[in-house]
């Protein structure tokens, strides 16, 4: 509930502020498009901006999917990964994060909001939720969202964007997706559909910016990565 997530933050004290800055990608639904997000935005932020150090700090230690992506096509992307709150709580989360050779961190939280993921909204520039357009996604946002608000309200520096993902324009829920979160919170200005290629990139190891240059898809994270790199002025 709402107060057990808002006293769970305040019990971390505040989050102090990192060398590099930080994006949180936040979820409690698995499927929600977390890993999916993180690599084509982390890999397209790299594209656009090749002299920052961009890093994913994996922190979903029970699957590990963005360390098995990147580790697929090696150093081809630019973009390094490592793993990040082994202890499953995220005790020593701020250390590991203050340790990385980084300009920009995206980290790629586990299915669950536990201790970890409210740890991270502490130190999180800019957090971010993907929300699918099912009535389960939206309501298994919920908490994200609250999440992030809370962070807020205790360091008002801080922001977040609703990304809509997975969808599709042609059905009722898809065209209607943004509106219903708008009255949510703010809505990034990039709808991410439900693409193929999204997901089949992830066999190569590489971002959709190198699997398919030029499409929709990449038209999609790129204004994503547009506005993200508005957000935090980098």
Known sequence: TLPCL??????FG???????KVIGIVQKKGGAGKTTLSVHLATQLK????????????????????????KRSGDITGVE???VADDGIGKNLKKELDSLDADLIILDLPPFLDSVSLRAALYSNLMLVPVGPTPLD???ADDAISVCKEAIDHDSTKKFLIVPNRVQ?????????RSVLESCGPVSRATLGHRVAFSDSATVGVGINKYSPGSQAHREITELACEVAEILNI
């Open 169 to 177: 324009h042609s059905t009722a829920s898809g065209r209607e997706l």
């Open 6 to 11: 808002l006293v769970s933050l305040l019990t």
């Open 14 to 20: 505040p989050g102090e502020n990192l060398m590099a």
């Open 138 to 140: 939206i309501e298994a």
């Open 81 to 83: 990964v490592c793993t």
């Open 47 to 70: 594209e656009n901006h090749p002299d920052l150090k961009i890093v994913i700090a994996d922190a979903d230690t029970g699957q590990n999917s963005a360390t098995k992506w990147l």
